[in-house]
């Protein structure tokens, strides 16, 4: 079993930046990709980004390609996501997601298997 816990959440206005750290724990060996998603209030939980497990695969939400990065740092069981620029429309509790095995980067959350509590992204205009 593998436990995720997020953090870097907060509230910041719109241009600002911010970085969301995912840690991981448990039975990481052998744990495939890892992605970022979020639900904003009302509506369904959102694809943002993922990352393979070597970090040499990444893909992005049309909505935060170019301003929001993904990273992961095996050694340290971490996976990180640098949002910049900013937006209203990117408010929303951020959930990091594992999956267990395999080498695909799922884009669609029914695809990965653990999942954090999530953090609260607020961004005012």
């Known amino acids: 079993q593998v436990q995720l816990v997020e953090s870097g959440g907060g509230l910041v206005q719109a241009g600002g930046s911010l970085r969301l750290s995912c840690a991981t724990s448990g039975r990481t060996f052998g744990m495939g990709a890892m992605g970022w998603f979020r639900q904003a209030p009302g509506k369904d939980r959102e694809f943002v980004a993922a990352i393979s497990w070597s970090g040499g695969r990444s893909y992005y939400a049309d909505s935060v390609s170019g301003r929001f990065t993904i990273s992961r740092d095996n050694a340290k069981n971490t996976v990180s996501l640098q949002m910049n620029s900013l937006k209203p429309g990117d408010t929303a509790v951020y959930y990091c997601?594992?999956?267990?095995?395999?080498?695909?980067?799922?884009?669609?959350?029914?695809?990965?298997?653990?999942w954090g509590q999530g953090t609260q992204v607020t961004v005012s205009s």
């Open positions: 997601a594992a999956r267990l095995w395999g080498n695909s980067v799922p884009t669609v959350k029914d695809d990965y298997d653990s």
